[in-house]
């Protein structure tokens, strides 16, 4: 049954492969049932959040995993939801009661929008549009992005008031444990053993749990330093979700619709690029682009977040999207939707068995996100420095600058400019296709606001 629905032998895999990657997937985003909660719970239920996170999660994924066979999972995306509750409850919408209520109306208006382009497969145009050598470069940066998350999530870098950024101290737990952790999942993957990746969370883990026993991991809760081991004391409480499912304000946004459509662009702009960015990067890894640089059933996968991003907002949580962390999964050999369904159930398994899935620490996921991230690195090498200058330097302004702004949304940004203006400089407007126009226009209008904004 497996193999008619997710056509396993068409793909080269097998279900053991598939699953494996599908655990592995999860547990390198598992921070998000943690992390959603705790930003979002500054304007709402924490534990409506939660419920909301994993359930949108699991749906979001399912519908990937059965509608477009890919092995890439979905959820609350990170920025999106610091957006939702920073900039836009506390900030523009401070003096609103219940602001979280505008902002889930926003999402869901975003869902639905996103669900029309999907159908009229504007998004699929989109990622179909881009330059193969651009494509690359994203690729190559969405690496050196998430290799970076896994730095600082490791304390491994940290911010410094003269040098902007420096090395932590190996002094610190976190630190050492991590680059233990990458060290065993490069060793596991010369020898070709299954699971190196997953392998290598657990093995972190548990020499983070040997470290607090010992003393030398110290949990400080004021500090944000949790214990690694699992906590059973606060059982179960699906309660929550009353206090955040279903919670719109249409009466304010009939009131102020100016502002509303403000608010609604900024999270259609961000999540549109983001998960461009994301779909790229991972099927380049996974070798699921054809032999143009395109991406089959494309318009399939922007609907499954379309749909999860107006679940999520129906249930209390901000916008899904697709996330880079699948890529941990497509390097444990995770090529269809059954990477993708297995990614699901842990979802919805966390739901009963949270305590343990929120319990591993940011240290060990750190080592697969660094390791990962070298694996999209190595897309570096199809860049074809010897092309076009647009699409060389485009390329490279995507990669350098998408992990040093902190988003994947960015680097393209920054890579469809450059790649645009100078293909125009230099006499060949006729190689800029009306789609690549399209998002250029879209991408000067977002600078504008951006500088619109800061005066």
């Known amino acids: 049954m497996l193999e008619k629905i997710f056509k396993l032998k068409e793909h080269g895999t097998d279900a053991k492969t598939e699953i494996v990657a599908g655990i592995t997937t999860f547990l390198a985003m598992a921070y998000i049932l943690a992390v959603n909660p705790n930003i979002l719970g500054n304007v709402m239920n924490p534990s409506g959040v939660f419920l909301a996170t994993a359930i949108a999660s699991a749906v979001a994924t399912f519908v990937m995993a059965f509608l477009a066979n890919y092995p890439i999972a979905l959820s609350a995306g990170m920025g999106l939801n610091a957006y939702f509750a920073f900039t836009v409850c506390l900030g523009e919408l401070s003096d609103v009661e219940n602001a979280f209520t505008i902002g889930l109306t926003a999402v869901l208006v975003e869902g639905i929008i996103f669900i029309i382009i999907s159908i009229f497969k504007f998004r699929e145009k989109i990622i179909n549009g881009i330059p193969t050598n651009l494509k690359y470069g994203i690729t190559t940066g969405i690496g050196l992005f998430i290799a970076l998350i896994g730095l600082v999530g490791a304390n491994i870098v940290v911010s410094d ?26 060793i596991l993957s010369h020898y070709n053993i299954k699971g190196s990746v997953l392998i290598g969370i657990l093995a972190t883990w548990i020499l983070g749990m040997i470290a607090e026993a010992c003393g030398w991991y110290q949990v400080n809760i004021d500090a944000g330093i949790y214990s690694v081991f699992p906590s059973f004391s606060n059982g179960l409480n699906l309660g929550g979700l009353g206090d955040t499912a279903f919670k719109f304000n249409f009466k304010w946004v009939g009131e102020h619709l100016i502002q509303f459509i403000a608010i609604v662009f900024s999270f259609l702009f961000v999540d549109l690029f983001d998960t461009v960015g994301t779909v790229v990067g991972v099927a380049d890894k996974a070798g699921l682009l054809d032999e143009k640089g395109e991406l089959p059933r494309a318009g399939k996968v922007f609907m499954a977040d379309a749909i999860g991003t107006t679940v999520g907002a129906c249930l209390g949580t901000s916008t899904v999207t697709s996330f880079v962390e699948s890529s941990a999964g497509v390097a444990e050999g995770g090529k269809t939707g059954l990477t993708a369904f297995t990614t699901g159930i842990m979802f919805i398994i966390a739901i009963v068995l949270s305590p343990i899935f929120l319990a591993i620490p940011s240290f060990a996921t750190a080592p697969a996100l660094i390791y990962v991230g070298m694996l999209m690195f190595s897309s570096a090498k199809k860049i074809n420095f010897e092309d076009d200058t647009a699409d060389t330097a485009s390329a490279y302004i995507a990669a350098l600058t998408m992990p040093l702004t902190y988003s994947i949304a960015n680097g393209i940004m920054f890579g469809v400019i450059s790649w645009v203006l100078i293909k125009l400089f230099t006499g060949k407007a006729k190689d800029v296709s009306p789609v690549m126009m399209v998002i250029f226009i879209l991408f000067v209008l977002r600078i504008v606001a951006l500088v619109t904004n800061f005066q």
Request: charged share 0%.
């Open 161 to 186: 008031p003269s040098t902007t950024i420096a090395l932590g101290s190996f002094s610190s737990p976190t630190v050492v444990l991590a680059l233990v952790g990458f060290v065993i999942i490069a």
